[in-house]
């Protein structure tokens, strides 16, 4: 059974990087045919979908972020990351891994426990 | 982009049935997605397609979806039942992609 788990740092300045890191276990990153995304949750507040990477490594991204995103594919260690540049307080949050299910549902049954990001100097 | 619109709070006595509205323009042409998601925890796909549930999720949870409004009904409601729920869809007509509603917490009385 594929499970996903969240990495990185929970700390970020403002003006910084904020990177991620999602491992795949269970499963090959490289196998079948999934999106593998990014979704986000600030404190208190709803979901926000950040972006995916398909298994062929096409990317898509929410166009509210796009000029701030980049999601790769590391398959050798079997993990996808994010990279979101500039970030200032407003991308505080708690930060999920989430994969679709398979035949094409447009859903994520499978999530990592998320991990929390604060921006702060 | 699209919007969805739940109602930011639904409360229920144990035993009886919850019902929680997610509502956008035209939402019945679309596939309809609900999670559920407690304190601290990552939400948990209980509903997809409208009314199919995956594995492992009770068959008190059920959705429907029509005309301008979807909705997730929890019959027999449960103290373990208390937590948030968003609706979700795909946008096939904006670069939007996924959309989740604004979310309700159910609170069990």
């Known amino acids: 059974q594929v499970q996903l788990q969240e990495s990185g740092p929970g700390l970020v300045k403002p003006s910084q990087t904020l990177s991620l890191t999602c491992t795949v276990s269970?499963?090959?990153?490289?196998?079948?045919?999934?999106?593998w995304t990014w979704i986000r949750q600030p404190a208190g507040k709803g979901l926000e979908w950040i972006g995916r990477?398909?298994?062929?490594?096409?990317?898509n991204y929410n166009p509210s972020l796009r000029s701030r995103v980049t999601i790769s594919v590391d398959r050798s260690r079997n993990q996808f990351s994010l990279n979101l540049t500039s970030v200032t307080a407003a991308d505080t949050g708690v930060y999920f891994c989430?994969?679709?299910?398979?035949?094409?549902?447009?859903?994520?049954?499978?999530w990592g426990q998320g991990t929390m990001v604060t921006v702060s100097s | 982009s699209y919007v969805l619109t739940q109602p930011p709070s639904v409360s229920v006595a144990p035993g009886q049935t919850a019902r929680i509205t997610c509502g956008g323009k035209?939402?019945?042409?679309?596939?309809v997605h609900w999670y559920q998601q407690k304190p601290g925890q990552a939400p948990v796909l209980v509903v997809y397609?409208?009314?199919d549930r995956p594995s492992g999720i009770p068959e008190r949870f059920s959705g429907s979806n029509s005309g301008n409004t979807a909705t997730l009904t929890i019959t027999r409601v449960e103290a373990g039942d208390e937590a948030d729920y968003y609706c979700?869809?795909?946008?096939?007509?904006?670069?939007?992609?996924?959309?989740f509603g604004t979310g309700t917490k159910v609170t069990v009385l």
């Open positions: 989430a994969r679709d299910p398979p035949r094409g549902i447009d859903a994520f049954n499978i």
């Open positions: 269970g499963g090959s990153i490289s196998s079948g045919s999934h999106f």
């Open positions: 990477i398909y298994t062929s490594g096409s990317t």
């Open positions: 035209n939402i019945g042409s679309k596939s």
């Open positions: 397609d409208d009314s």
């Open positions: 979700q869809v795909w946008d096939n007509n904006s670069d939007h992609f996924y959309v």
